[in-house]
């Protein structure tokens, strides 16, 4: 299950201290105007180090594409792409490699499933492999900016107790990365800072939520019974690394409404020609499809499962062990992973707007 996705799919290999990360994408229409500096851009906003909130690991997380791109515009072949890890510490987990069990992690699943597990910082299990999903929907989005006119950004709408007070529609989406948190709302993402420094000055981490957003969707978009978007971008957003929740629209919120209150009342748009919902109570889809209005979703992860301390734990064998406190290690994980939940909306969205193109 290395591979995402049907019409638009990406496959990612490789290792969090391996040789490299990388991956390859199928279905990706010729003519597409792709560069570079369009992957890279995505991967640095990704990429470890970058901030005083983030892993002090060393990556620049170079891309290389491989093939499927000639002077500039898409093949219509496969894209491969290539990052090659440069700041590798096997070391840091010998403890894993003498069979400890660190919580909150899968090396217990994995060994009970597999037998074994690459000790490696978690191998595939790792975020790492995330940067594959993360260039991968940076060529998804410029599909999809290029040809449907569809635009997805995310941001993180809360840290810890600290939320985002701020309705997505009001949101400005140009302040997503005007501070290392990625909270487009300075006052605010103050807070959500201060909030991470202090979970790394008491050796704990943090979690929190991500709100996305989609726009310029079609009418119609996903299948009706076993396509339906919600489950489609449900299943991509449960994918990824430490996400414990997932909900579309008002979500939970909305089993506290009565249905008057949270059905989206249809009104005649004189611009479009057409009727449409007066507010956005669904979250852009009613009946697993499109409605044309935003799309919009909240994600929620759970703090950082390794703790810069001593942790006490088991063997595989059963016999106490204790988790060193080494090992390079995000308090929080949340503003790595805002490309990542745009990459992965992209993508599914990208494998929709293929199948809705064709018929499928």
Request: charged letters at 20%; proline letters at 7%.
């Amino acid at each position: 299950m290395n591979t995402f996705g049907t019409l638009f799919r990406l496959t990612t290999f490789g290792e969090s201290h391996g040789a490299a990360v990388g991956g390859i994408v199928d279905g990706c229409p010729a003519g597409l105007p792709l560069a570079v500096a369009d992957i890279q851009a995505a991967l640095d906003r990704r990429r470890p180090g970058q901030s005083h909130l983030t892993t002090p690991r060393q990556e620049a997380d170079r891309v290389e594409i491989l093939s499927g791109v000639y002077d500039g515009q898409t093949l219509g072949t496969p894209i491969a792409f290539l990052v090659r890890n440069e700041d590798q510490r096997p070391a840091d987990y010998a403890a894993l490699a003498a069979g400890a069990l660190r919580p909150g992690h899968a090396e217990f699943t994995w060994r009970r499933k597999y037998g074994h597990v690459d000790p490696r910082g978690g191998g595939r299990s790792s975020a790492r492999e995330t940067l594959a999903r993360v260039a991968g929907g940076a060529i998804a989005a410029a599909l999809l900016r290029a040809r449907a006119g569809i635009e997805v950004r995310a941001w993180v709408s809360s840290v810890g107790e600290i939320d985002l007070n701020v309705p997505p529609e009001e949101v400005d989406v140009s302040l997503i990365d005007a501070t290392p948190v990625r909270c487009p709302h300075p006052a605010t993402a103050a807070r959500m800072m201060a909030r991470i420094e202090a979970a790394r000055a008491a050796a704990d981490t943090v979690g929190g939520c991500i709100t996305g957003v989609a726009t310029g969707l079609p009418v119609g978009l996903g299948e009706p019974v076993f396509g339906k978007l919600p489950a489609l971008l449900g299943a991509a957003m449960l994918g990824i690394n430490a996400v414990k929740g997932f909900e579309i629209g008002d979500g939970f919120g909305a089993a506290r409404l009565p249905g008057s209150a949270h059905n989206d009342a249809f009104v005649f748009d004189e611009a479009l020609g057409r009727a449409r919902p007066a507010t956005n109570h669904a979250g852009g889809v009613l009946g697993g499809l499109t409605t044309g209005e935003p799309l919009r979703w909240r994600v929620a992860f759970k703090p950082v499962a390794t703790l810069p301390r001593q942790t006490p734990t088991l063997t595989v064998g059963g016999a106490a062990a204790t988790i060193p406190a080494k090992g390079r290690h995000d308090p929080c994980v949340l503003p790595r992973a805002v490309p990542i939940v745009e990459a992965m909306a992209a993508l599914v969205l990208a494998d929709l707007w293929l199948a809705a193109r064709a018929g499928a």
